[in-house]
């Protein structure tokens, strides 16, 4: 990778000329600011050795055209089917491994919340009526879990702690995440998003790959089934509204 | 610009002008750069927080290290005082 070559290039370079300016300052030149240059220098060296690090194995092009491809193949499947129903994002707990979204094959006016683990099958009964069929599928929020180490807690502080780890940190995906809870609604706010938005079927239902992954994440924190209630853009942010369905007792 | 890039160059930006204010008011005790740049480190590090976790993992152990200068500074500037004595 050119990046990451570039970041190691040029920390090795900085760590050496501050190892030897330091050096030299401090023994032969005896001056005290060129010293504390040279350490800084070789500061520099190091963290930017250290960047080197972040950059990704394989590059962005490669990434984009893996995801487009996956999501067009989905995208496909449910146009085919002519689903139009909003997925409900399940967490971990109801499903068999790992967090995944529901697609209902019928419209409802009220969205599935399963009481028991769904298998893991493409298509899964979710309720007792015969019409209480869906999708069951793997999203890009699914895998965002096994980056996360950890379960998230289910308090707002740990939730957008979380979704700044994976959505800042890990994926550089934006600059930063805000979220609001009040009540069955969560309102997470995306500033500077590097996602871009595409308007095919497959955004209706499962909402565009960053809602997702925010998705995904809540409704692994919160251990509830969430859906994507609305999502816009505005003044460099992106505005991602979530439902939480609570589990009737 | 990427986060990882703001962090390089924001640290390159506080230590130049560290340096350079530091040396035009003619100050001579090095551990008094070490310790400004080490506490500049923490704060822009932690300002840029969170990195990809490999990332993170490099910097922390690189911060336990700079901590420890941070400490041995603190330490002889402590026995310095009780004892009297010119260490650094």
New interface residues.
Partial sequence: MKDKTSYTLLGSGLTFAGAMLSYSSHFILRSTPLTALGISTLILGVVSLALGRSQPKISPEATAILLESSLENVSAIIEELGLKSKAVYLPSSMTSGQPQALIPLHLNPNPPNPKTPLPKRLVVKYGPNPEDLGLLITTPGSTVMSMLGSKPGSSPADIESALSSVVTGTMDLADSVKVTVSGERIVVEVSNPRLEQRDIWVYKCLGSPLASIVASATAEALGEPVIIDNEWYEKGKSIIELKVLRQEL | M????R??VS??IV?ML??SA??ALG????DL??SV?ILE?FVI?LLH????????R??NV?GYG?FAVFMIIVALKVLEILLGLRLL
Avoid: D, G, H
């Fill in positions: 990427s986060i990882p890039e962090c390089l640290l390159a230590y560290t340096t530091l040396s100050e001579s005790r090095l750069y070490i740049y480190y590090t927080s969170p990195l990809n976790p490999r990332t993170q490099v910097l690189f700079l």
